[in-house]
């Protein structure tokens, strides 16, 4: 029952301290979240009161199912773009057919994620690697940013990859409206001077770091008091500035999404592409975060907290949310003890739905365009390309990949090229393992590389150490490796392979094991085996393999070298312990 | 040029002894490919000469470009099912289009064999796991002997699946013909008995063993000469009972298939599919008999050499060819030294085809039935499903699937499922990697998991060895599983990663690495790794990751113990080897 609702955890020892604790937290973040909200509805292609609705019953769904104690849900920037790009094909935008698919995304998107929840299928979202999941949210960052640029000209292009957003606004650029142009870029001015000088001004002032970064984070809620606050009296609207108008007061009235079974097969994958990439843009932030304060996440109960999150956004006409980075952090630093710091954040949302919609009709639609490209660069890592270019080829081509086919191609076939680029790599990496000829290092019982270290070797023994599981796509090169080393080595009489690294042989690699096993016993060598781990031995028993080796299975190299070269070992180390060793382990051994 | 031209190496040293084993081998191939040839082009759905015309070309190309000096490549059993299901779906069985698909589909896959030869990309042939393979290979075998049904009771019932061919079947069943019946079963009654029983009877009568397994493997032309004299001196035509029918004679007139691009598009992937299973047959045969001989293939070559076979197919009237396991093993066993027996074969085909076709008029369709369903027994492996139960789960899982997705669904959905089910499992395996709690094993330098051996610990410190690679779908199980640890024991100071087992950090868990050494600095543990492979130290030397390591990097756990917990190494080990084992070890180390 716990397990299932962590509120009936941490709800029995709720004080006081905590509750004043976790509504501080709430008002700074309710505050943050306002025009957040209503910037990714408009990202999302989706009216601005969408975005406060799906900040109230998800907030309140996660405050019973989630088990970490700092993270915000609600609508992201990532998850905007990605529902903008799955409905925007299905309907017109602005159309009831539109929210309607948008909100079946949502209820999707969270059958899914709960499905995943009680299936245990949290391991699925690994899939998603770390250079894919970078290279992703750098691309989407950067079209996001991109997309910003109409409203910010007062224009009105519309695309999902950068080629058509450039075509798009080219094809507009004679129509640019100078005030528009001009109120954004001072509102981004302001923004980007209070992300990098505010802070510095307010400690020299003397205002504690803490505070002080807080007040820097509300920097946009302060540009969108002024920025409405001029329209209204200044009448921006009448001379064309485009304003967020008409937002319907009061709280959102419950209804299902269209049951319409052609259109929950159009956004089945879109669904599934929100429902893993939101995941995991989640659970790494209530990671990190659960991290500073030594708390547990359960990755699986996550995974039911955010779907019942996103079946509260869509039957409550919002559409999918997540764990948010921004908004996760300032709660966390606002000093939230509990999830029910999000319950009141919830209960904030529904109060600005009731009083403050009036006053967003004068909200300009580039303030929010602003808003949101500041909020996003932050996403952008730039190094991140550089630093896993000197790290690692494949991880970068990977990451490249993904980042340069999101961006022209849109967010979807950009994440599943990635997901399949990534898996295709790491296939081709393993399918060529790392395999060493080793030796024994002069007075010890190691076994090294003998490209790498002075060791000493038996021409009549081949040792081979394969750095890598044994499995299907690897099962044909040990088979060439091992008979190009035979034909190399005609005195050659026995082949050990040296198994440390070997996690797992599976039945691929068996049957190429067992055609090995009887080529060279053809050719008169004997197949032999050393350090072979628990589970693998374990598993070969099952089997008819070590029936039929050649050789026998030795718990250690120094062992097989005891056996098979004698003389050899008794030169170069201290020859009883060759006795002791294999006395000691031979009852833990087999 | 002798990389892509074999035939300059064994050419040169072609002798009279070589001439005359290659001619018997080809007499004896050429015999038992005529009845194949013509029985493979009906399976899949071709008039009886293009199976002719597919023996010629691609045989002589073959001896050109080929590395294997036993492979006999022409029609196989598996290739013309999938050719059937690829083109049965696109033209009307019978008419020009049906035999251009076929044409185009193995000019395309000659042309893919090609790509991949050239840009050595054999090892995506890997991709196949051999339980895939196995069960792929037995559900094809069933449908194809399921499919000759028909023909044998003398109806006409088609179907590309199990139900299908059921079904039809089914319908029919009233219309069976019983002469037919009766010949066919006949026929089928001395195939088996020829298998089983005439090489024991061949032996009582003083026939040794080599060439009595030929005589057995001729059997099917027995049967057919016999049953072809029977329909002409019986009438059997009249009698109702289905013929081949007119054959034209000659050989093959040279042509493209048809050049559209939208037929193209559409047999891509069966085009694709076809290649790869055809290559991984041919390959594994060539490389079963080069061992027998001690004689090497190159993969790619044979790439290659099975591509432009196939283009040779393709402009000659042919279909998807590649190299037979039963027609190798004769070519072999029979003598055959260089890839000149196939040439010499290729010879015989093409008299066959002037001299032959007018007696395979009276050739009846149930017998070339008969000898299929002979033929494709043999493919199916009742045991490997048993075999692999026992040996592995997800192994089996996947032949499982494989087989019973490609017998109800048919071969390409069939094949696609195995392959994705196979890499699906491979990363769900690697994604929970076996983590052991590792201490010293008393009197040795050697340390084993805590539950399995009998090992001494300090409290003070965790080793941890890591039985897999770390990689992104294993980055995160990691973190969660230290961090269990670390939670419960409150006396840790160190934790120890035991990386021998570590074949390679990719740039997801390298992430992941550092932020467990963030998270353990940050409650006073210090993090060490030991036995870092030589490769993954390359790497990991290229981030900074060693730079913001708290604890250090050992050569060996004996090492790491030595340092961080000298008391116990003291008491367990002789002592003063570590001062030994370091100082040897030193200079070779880091």
Request: charge should be neutral; hydrophobic fraction near 50%; glycine fraction near 8%.
């Amino acid at each position: 029952m716990r397990r299932f609702f962590p509120i009936l955890d941490w709800g029995r020892s709720y004080g006081r301290e905590a509750l004043v604790n976790d509504l501080v937290a709430a008002v700074i973040v309710t505050i943050m979240l306002i025009p957040q909200s209503l910037a990714y509805a408009l990202l999302a292609g989706l009216p601005p009161e969408t975005g406060l609705y799906a900040s109230i019953a998800p907030l309140l769904i996660y405050a019973i199912f989630g088990t970490s104690r700092s993270l915000a849900v609600g609508p992201v920037a990532v998850a905007s773009l990605m529902t903008a790009a799955a409905v925007g094909g299905l309907a017109q935008q602005g159309s009831p057919e539109y929210l309607g698919a948008a909100m079946a995304l949502a209820f999707l998107s969270g059958l899914l994620l709960l499905a995943m929840g009680f299936l245990r299928l949290g391991f699925l979202a690994a899939f998603l690697s770390h250079p894919v999941i970078s290279g992703f949210i750098t691309a989407a960052a950067l079209i996001i940013a991109a997309g910003q640029l109409p409203p910010l000209l007062g224009l009105s292009a519309r695309g999902e990859t950068l080629p058509e957003l450039a075509l798009a606004l080219l094809g507009q650029i004679d129509r640019v409206h100078l005030p528009t142009l001009a109120m954004g870029l001072l509102v981004l001015a302001f923004l980007f001077w209070s992300r990098s000088r505010l802070g510095g001004l307010l400690a020299r002032i003397g205002v504690p770091a803490g505070p002080a970064r807080l007040i820097t984070r509300a920097a946009p809620v302060l540009a969108v008091a002024a920025t409405t606050a001029a329209a209204f009296g200044l009448d921006l609207g009448g001379a064309g500035v485009a304003l967020v108008g008409e937002v319907p007061r009061g709280l959102p009235r419950p209804a299902l999404p269209p049951l319409d079974p052609g259109l929950w097969m159009q956004i089945l994958v879109p669904a599934l592409m929100i429902s893993v990439v939101g995941y995991v843009e989640s659970i790494s932030v209530a990671q990190t975060l659960a991290a500073r304060r030594r708390q547990r996440i359960d990755p699986d109960q996550e995974l039911i907290a955010l779907g019942a999150s996103n079946l509260g956004a869509s039957v409550s006409g919002g559409f999918p949310v997540t764990g948010g980075f921004a908004r996760s952090v300032v709660n966390h630093e606002a000093g939230a003890e509990t999830p029910a710091a999000g319950a009141y954040t919830a209960v904030g949302m529904a109060l600005a739905t009731l009083v403050l919609t009036p006053f967003l009709y004068y909200l300009p639609k580039a303030t929010l365009a602003a808003t949101i490209i500041v909020a996003v660069l932050s996403l952008i890592d730039p190094g991140a390309l550089r630093r896993t270019w000197r790290y690692s080829r494949t991880d970068f081509t990977a990451m490249a990949l993904t980042l340069g086919v999101t961006l022209v191609a849109g967010v979807e076939i950009g994440i599943i090229l990635g997901v399949l680029a990534s898996l295709v790599l790491h296939l081709w990496r393993t399918s060529r393992p790392h395999v060493a000829v080793v030796g024994q290092v002069q007075g010890t019982e190691h076994f090294r590389n003998v490209l790498r270290h002075e060791v000493v070797t038996d021409p009549a023994v081949l040792s081979l150490r394969v750095d890598e599981s044994l499995y299907f796509p690897n099962a044909r090169f040990l088979e060439d490796c091992v008979q190009d080393q035979v034909a190399r080595n005609p005195a050659l009489r026995h082949v050990v392979l040296m198994c440390p690294a070997v996690n797992d042989i599976d039945a691929s690699a068996l049957e190429s094991l067992e055609a090995m096993n009887a080529r060279l016993r053809a050719g008169g060598i004997t197949l032999h085996l050393s350090e072979v781990k628990g589970p693998v031995m374990d598993r070969l028993r099952r089997s008819h393999f070590l029936d039929d080796l050649s050789g026998e299975v030795f718990l250690t190299q120094f062992d097989a070298m005891c056996r098979l070269s004698p003389g050899l070992t008794r030169a170069t180390a201290a020859a009883p312990r060759c006795e002791t060793d294999r006395q000691a382990l031979a009852g833990a051994a087999r």
